[in-house]
C-alpha cells in the first residue's frame, strides 16, 4: 500500500472499496476527481477532500465551503483522513458525506449504497516505482493484453489472477501513472506490450506456468527478446481471431 505520510487519497479510497468489492476509477486527468461504478455501468462522481485530521474543530466551515463547490447533485462525498475521530463522523453521516479513515474504516453512503465496515489500514510500503516492481504487475498486464477492448474491473482481475483487489488496485494506478492504461483501464497500445516485454525476460517459469499458456500473446513476448530477427517477425505477424494484435 501507499506510505502513510501523505497517501494519495484516490489510490487509497481505490483499494479500500476494492477489498469490499466497489469499483472506483481515478478520472483526474479528464478533469474531475474520480467515479464509482455501479453493476449496470453507470458512473456517478465522486468528491473526495483529503484532511491529515478530520474532527468536530472547524469541520462544519469547512463541509458549508465544499458542498458550495460541488457542482454535480449526484456527486458522493468522501473525506480521506489519516484519522477521523468520533464527533467528526458524527457530524459527516449528518451533513450526508462519507468517509476512509486511514486506520482502516470506510464509511460510504449513497443512493442505493451503504457500506460501513473496517478495511486495511494504510501501512509504511512505498508507492511502486514502476507497475512491475511489486506483486502482480507482469499477471495485471497480462491480463490488460488478453482481452485488450475490455475495461476490466479491479475484482475481475484479482479473481483470475489469484491476487487481492489492493494488489490489483496499486498496480492500477501505477500503470495509470505511467500512461500505460487509459482512463478506462484499457491498455495504451503498443505502449503497454513493449513495456510487459521490458520485463519479461525476468520472469521465472513458475510465474509463466501460473499464467495461461498457449496465446499468441506469450509467443510475442518471447519473440520480443530478440531484438533483431525476433521483433522482424512481430511487425509482420497479425494473430487469427480471436485473438489481438498488441504490439
Do not use: C
Not at 447533485?73 to 449528518?94: F, M, Y
Not at 450526508?96 to 451503504?114: E, N, Q, V, Y
Not at 460501513?116 to 510500503?125: H, N, P
Request: net charge neutral; hydrophobic share 45%; aromatic share 6%.
Amino acid at each position: 500500500m501507499m506510505a502513510a505520510e501523505r497517501a494519495d487519497p484516490i489510490a487509497a479510497l481505490i483499494e479500500a472499496t476494492a477489498t469490499v468489492g466497489i469499483e472506483v476509477v481515478d478520472t483526474r486527468e479528464l478533469g474531475s476527481t474520480a467515479e464509482l461504478v455501479i453493476p449496470e455501468g453507470e458512473r456517478i462522481p465522486i468528491v473526495v477532500k483529503r484532511l491529515s485530521l478530520a474532527s468536530a474543530d472547524g469541520l462544519p466551515g469547512r463541509l458549508v465551503k465544499w458542498e458550495r463547490r460541488v457542482a454535480d447533485s449526484r456527486a458522493i462525498r468522501i473525506v480521506v483522513a489519516d484519522r477521523v475521530t468520533n464527533d467528526a463522523r458524527e457530524l459527516l453521516r449528518g451533513a450526508g458525506w462519507s468517509w476512509l479513515d486511514l486506520r482502516g474504516h470506510l464509511h460510504l453512503s449513497a443512493p442505493g449504497l451503504f457500506v460501513d465496515t473496517d478495511v486495511a489500514t494504510v501501512k509504511g510500503r512505498g508507492q511502486r516505482t514502476s507497475p512491475f516492481s511489486g506483486r502482480g504487475g507482469i499477471e495485471v498486464a497480462v491480463e490488460l493484453l488478453l482481452d485488450p477492448y475490455v475495461s476490466q474491473g479491479v475484482r475481475r482481475i484479482a479473481d483470475r489472477i489469484g491476487r487481492s483487489p489492493s494488489t490489483v488496485s496499486e498496480v492500477m494506478t501505477s500503470l495509470r501513472s505511467s500512461n500505460l492504461i487509459d482512463a478506462e483501464r484499457k491498455p495504451v497500445l503498443p505502449d503497454l506490450f513493449w513495456a510487459l516485454a521490458a520485463e519479461w525476460r525476468t520472469v521465472s517459469t513458475d510465474v509463466q506456468t501460473a499464467l495461461r499458456h498457449g496465446q499468441p500473446l506469450f509467443v510475442a513476448l518471447d519473440l520480443a527478446q530478440d531484438a533483431d530477427r525476433g521483433r522482424e517477425v512481430l511487425k509482420d505477424w497479425t494473430p487469427p481471431e480471436p485473438w489481438h494484435r498488441v504490439w
